[in-house]
């Protein structure tokens, strides 16, 4: 189990209160959820205080790759639009960048894999307690955006993904400041070979520097917006949504 900035926030309130009885009794309460919210937003800005915003993740030599990556969240899609692009080997998949741009584009994968890409060994740290690191090699998401004219109102980057959890679209979003890090790439390849459909294919979000949920798979869509209200629960992801995890995921 992970120790969350969330478990930690929780802990210190029962220490220190003695009110409540439990955990249950402080989720319910309206102004423990605001003071966690707010202890979330002062884990994010002090952390972009204290760390410059090109600081890069550690990246390792090859022959310290694991021997096996693992997949995280889902391993097969089962919609039917997922279904069809994997039997024609995605050669009718296009990712589509839109929202708060100037030239909204629809990219196939043939034409992502032509441009100029980026490849690094990282360590993915799942939320669930493992950790893996694998060679990737995709499109820096910064030069998508230039090349969409993203507009100075985008605050966000919505990534919508064809995986569903019950009847619910997975999600997820980051802010301009990791979109544009260096190390934030759409992948297409791991460890030398095409995206598993298990690991994401045909393309995946790497956002080094945050938690495995963070790396949405899968992906159809990037939105650029200015705020993250009326997708999902307004939370910023799937997890956020469903299971209170936090928006920012830091590592």
Known sequence: MILTRRALVTGA???AGGLLSGCDALNGSERFQRMIALAEG???????????????AREYRPEE???????NGTAMPSTPLYQNLLAGGFADWRLAIDGLVARPL????GELTAMPAREQITRH????????????????????????????SARYLVFHCADLFGSAPYYESIDMVDARHPQTILAYALNDRMLPVANGAPLRLRVERQLG??????????EARDTLAGIGQGKGGFWEDVAGYEWYAGI
């Open 125 to 152: 740290d799942c939320v669930e307690g493992w950790s893996a690191i694998g060679k990737w090699r995709g499109v820096p998401l910064a030069g998508l955006l230039d090349a969409a004219g993203v507009r100075p």
């Open 13 to 15: 309130a029962l220490g």
């Open 106 to 109: 629809s990219l196939s994968l």
């Open 213 to 222: 949920y963070k790396h949405a798979k899968y992906l159809m869509r990037v």
């Open 65 to 71: 790759r694991s021997p096996v990556f693992r997949s």
């Open 42 to 56: 002062a884990n994010l800005r002090i952390q972009r205080a204290v760390t410059a915003r090109g600081a890069l």
